[in-house]
């Protein structure tokens, strides 16, 4: 089970280009598909598509959603364990970890790069402790 | 999102790389395996059990050299980023183990196996890459000669993102002391199979892959986690750090016993890290001093005093928290060394170059440790040769003329970096020591083998049997012989089985300390625990200092049974624990391997008995412990050989 690209493709190439795992496949002006084995389900081919091509798991279409209106990640360092999981669980390699806090040498998780994140709420979503919140982005 | 005809906590698969042919195959892993051996440990068993032929050389090309991750490796379960080299060890010629934490153990999930399996050898230095499309051998001619750090930076900054795990010197030169490196530094050392990679010509694995890891029940993964959470983020403050000795002074003297609450270990572990114990196991006897010969009376309470824990802490930058894990016991330090900053040293690191050397200069220490680490060299297994050739110095067994003029002289901290630099590229007397105690004193004739402690050829690590017996049997005992981490008296109180399984017997909260060194089933029944246990944790993934807070605090296997959807009892699970265990011992015996001689012979079992300090006229009646122990697993008293039909019922699953 994968996202699916539909014959409304219009081989623009946006999904190819975002796909965090290299899961589509395709040439300009053609219809593009998507590997069953290499799509981890983020969605995000889905979210920029702008001919409406992309299904879900499901079978229903995702709707583009203009990138302003995207989701990321939010941290409230006060319940974070500083575990790391939700580093991990990025597939776009959006986060890190610093030192955030005074006098605490536990370092904490950050957006790294607002641009590179998909909006896939992985981390959110790998967060046992739910310290990571998922909030439409600024500007 | 779970989906039909998904794997549940596991992948469902390995892979297996053929670095003769160079060629890499994914192959399926039946569900009856996963239910049988669980994962990560007991995966690697049932693969190297059928794939390593009898007659192997460890570093030749038949061996087998695996990398693999937990059960409950990213999960949303906590304290599981563990992940383990295995082959037949160089050292032993037996069963090879060696586990680390860091962030590579998901990097194998997220790649779509739980383990990845080397055979053969590449004619040319090459490194794997694999990432969601790709996998591939590719040349390694550049990084070759790099050490460990120089390494993962190179790697690194080609693949930004990707998990490195690598060789460093040590492995390419072929020490049997050398481990695999990840995170700049942190060891899977033991085992000596760094020098199977290195025979390898494998340079390292790097990891890209972004593959997502499915769970059963999410929500049920997620509140076991936050129970998990709340023990750890109990911290009261504690002592400052000079006053730790005090402590293990108490627990020496007193007569009796309590039994221990990991709690208590956690609270430690999280304001210091492993570096908190240095002088309380010093005080109390857990330490072995000046290699088995000395006591807490030769590096007492205030000559110990430069491996206080503060020592350590001051020098901290930074925290570091291995994946999933909420406590963060790791830390970087700044140096004043050859190089700018280090791990943190771990206790094991700072006994072995302190007071099991007679070292008081913890500079030296810090230095020693970032040497070790960037050669990809055990420290334990390290500290053991230097100060197994002090005491050869000291015995005249090596002159002067056999170390160009330095003097190996006890504590000479000017000696002890001589010497490992030594080691590290094998020159001079280093070439003779660089394979470890066993190896060197071979070399070195009769009269020095009487100074190498070692099991089956694997240095003993910093606890001491003569303190707790259970040290002595597990290290004895296990199939992957020498290692801390496989078992103690101590452990099995603090892992509270008890209180979840059957067959495990209860701590009295106090107890006659005279107790601890008494042989009989309960202690059969402790040991028995303790391995099947510790291959629960080890096939799930799972850290130990996590397993220390207590099952019924950490509950593991309430996190198995959320992951994968099964309905295990905890019996279920550690019979899950008794067959890895079985099948371990299957290995050792295929391989030529006579359980017995692991046993642990001379100073470190007590014979002859110390007389003075700590452990004063201990000896471990080590024979019958691990006769006992056997039984208790339905193995031949003597020879500890499992039945034909135990040894069936295990290696005929596929």
Redesign the interface.
């Known amino acids: 089970?994968a996202f699916f690209i539909t014959s409304d493709c219009t081989g623009c190439t946006a999904c190819k280009s975002i796909c965090?795992?290299?899961?589509i496949s395709g040439e300009k002006k053609q219809q593009h598909t998507v590997?069953d084995?290499?799509c981890?389900?983020c969605g995000a081919c889905g979210r920029i598509c702008p001919a409406g091509a992309v299904t879900n798991?499901f079978g229903r279409i995702v709707s583009k959603i203009p990138k302003k209106q995207w989701v990321r990640p939010f941290f409230n360092l006060d319940l974070c364990?500083?575990?790391?999981?939700c580093v991990?669980a990025c597939?776009a390699?959006a986060l890190d970890i610093a030192?955030q806090k005074v006098r605490d040498?536990?370092?904490y998780p950050f957006l790294v790069l607002e641009s590179q994140c998909m909006g896939c709420g992985?981390c959110a979503?790998?967060c046992?402790?739910?310290a990571v919140t998922l909030e439409k982005r600024a500007g | 999102m779970n989906l039909p005809g998904r794997s549940k906590g596991f992948m469902g698969s390995i892979m297996v790389v053929d670095l003769s042919a160079q060629t890499i195959e994914t192959q399926p892993v039946s569900l009856k395996v996963y239910r049988t051996f669980l994962s990560g440990m007991g995966l690697a068993a049932h693969v190297l059990y059928h794939r390593i032929p009898e007659d192997a050389d460890p570093l030749g090309p038949d061996n087998m050299l695996g990398f693999v991750s937990g059960l409950l490796t990213g999960t949303g379960s906590l304290f599981t980023g563990r992940w383990m080299v295995t082959g037949k060890s160089p050292l032993t010629g037996g069963w090879g183990e060696a586990n680390c934490g860091g962030h590579f153990s998901p990097a194998i999930k997220r790649c779509g196996v739980d383990g990845i399996f080397f055979t053969g050898m590449s004619p040319k230095p090459v490194y794997l890459y694999v990432d969601d499309t790709t996998a591939q051998l590719r040349d390694a001619g550049s990084t070759w000669g790099m050490d460990t750090v120089e390494t993962e930076t190179f790697l690194s900054a080609r693949y930004p993102g990707a998990r490195v795990a690598c060789i460093g010197p040590a492995g390419e030169r072929l020490s049997l002391m050398a481990g695999v490196s990840t995170d700049q530094g942190r060891m899977a050392a033991r085992s000596g199979l760094g020098a199977v990679m290195g025979a390898k010509r494998l340079k390292a694995v790097v990891l890209a892959g972004n593959k997502r890891i499915h769970v059963h029940n999410k929500e049920a993964m997620k509140h076991i986690s936050r129970i998990c959470n709340k023990w750890v983020q109990f911290q009261p403050p504690f002592l400052p750090g000079f006053l730790t000795a005090p402590v293990g002074t108490l627990l020496r003297i007193m007569p009796w016993a309590f039994t221990q609450d990991g709690l208590l270990y956690k609270i430690l572990l999280r304001k210091w890290g492993t570096v908190s114990m240095n002088q309380i196991s010093v005080e109390m006897g857990d330490s072995p001093v000046q290699n088995w010969k000395g006591s807490n009376r030769n590096w007492g309470f205030f000559k110990s005093l430069s491996a206080h824990p503060d020592l350590f802490t001051r020098k901290e930058t930074r925290k570091y928290h291995c994946y999933s894990c909420p406590l963060g016991c790791g830390g970087i330090c700044r140096t004043s060394g050859r190089h700018p900053r280090t791990h943190k040293p771990e206790y094991e690191t700072v006994l072995s170059f302190g007071g099991f050397v007679l070292n008081r200069d913890v500079d030296t220490i810090f230095d020693v440790n970032e040497a070790l680490n960037r050669a990809g060299m055990d420290t334990i297994s390290a500290g053991h040769v230097v100060a197994f050739a002090m005491e050869c110095f000291e015995k005249k067994i090596i002159t002067l003329q056999d170390t160009a003029g330095m003097a190996l002289e006890w504590g000479n901290p000017e000696a002890i970096s001589w010497l490992v630099d030594q080691m590290i590229s094998r020159q001079g007397i280093g070439h003779i020591l660089a394979d470890g105690v066993a190896k060197a004193a071979g070399r070195m004739g009769k009269k020095a083998q009487r100074f190498a402690f070692h099991a089956g050829g694997q240095e003993l690590a910093m606890h001491d049997g003569r303190n707790d017996p259970g040290f002595a049997l597990h290290y004895s005992v296990e199939p992957a012989p020498g290692r801390h981490t496989n078992g103690a008296w101590l452990y099995y109180e603090m892992y509270r089985l008890w209180k979840k399984v059957t067959d495990a017997p209860k701590m009295p909260l106090v107890y006659a300390k005279a107790r601890k060194y008494e042989t009989g089933p309960d202690k059969a029944a402790m040991g028995s625990a303790n391995s099947r246990f510790l291959n629960v944790l080890n096939g799930a993934g799972v850290c130990q200092f996590g397993a220390f807070m207590g099952i019924d605090r950490i509950r593991i296997f309430d996190w198995l049974n959320a992951a994968t959807g099964w309905h295990m009892t905890p019996d279920d699970y550690m019979a899950a624990g008794t067959r890895i265990q079985t099948l371990k011992q299957a290995f050792n015996l295929k391989h030529g391997i006579a359980p017995r001689d692991f046993a642990l012979k001379g100073r470190p079992a007590g014979h002859p008995p110390m007389t003075h300090g700590a452990n004063k006229g201990r000896s471990i009646d080590i024979d019958t412990l691990m006769a006992d122990y056997w039984e208790a697993f339905g193995w031949d008293k003597k020879t500890g050989r499992p039945t034909d039909h135990q040894i069936a019922e295990i290696t005929d699953v596929s």
């Open positions: 089970m965090p795992t290299c899961a590997s084995t290499a981890i389900d798991p364990m500083a575990c790391s999981i991990d597939p390699n030192l040498l536990h370092p992985f979503e790998a046992p402790v739910d």
